[in-house]
């Protein structure tokens, strides 16, 4: 906001996937894992064989909560958002990279990896990064 940048903040994965179906944005800083209740994380690639399996697309109770931020992937995938994204977690493994590199050859505008806990000037880098191809002169 500091940068004239409008900040729109959702507290959960399901008032983030409401508010992407209602709201178009200039980007979107997102974290991959958003647990609820206990706090657990899921494997990211198993979330991600999942999500994106040829057979049910059904997860186990309570697993949705773990693996919100890459259903919103999924979800702007279907829905083709082209909203770039930023990845900003706590969790940037060399494993969870190779799963967001599949997620970006599925239609996600995949701009930046930032690993928590990131610097306010990084992620202002990232943002205006995402945002500039936008507002450049054409």
Do not use: W
Request: charged share 25%.
């Amino acid at each position: 906001e500091m940068r004239s940048h409008e900040v729109v903040l959702v507290t959960n994965g399901r008032d983030a996937i409401r508010t992407l179906e209602l709201q178009t944005f200039n980007a979107i800083l997102l974290d991959i894992y958003m647990p609820k209740g206990e706090g657990q994380d899921i494997n990211l690639d198993n979330a991600y064989k999942q999500l994106y399996s040829n057979g049910s697309e059904e997860l186990p109770d309570g697993a949705v909560e773990k693996v919100m931020g890459l259903l919103i992937l999924k979800i702007m995938a279907e829905k083709k958002i082209k909203t770039p994204v930023i990845v900003f977690s706590a969790f940037i493994t060399s494993a969870n990279l190779n799963i967001l590199a599949k997620l970006d050859k599925n239609g996600i505008d995949m701009r930046a990896t930032l690993k928590k806990p990131a610097s306010y000037c990084d992620i202002i880098e990232a943002i205006e990064s995402a945002i500039k191809p936008m507002f450049a002169p054409a």
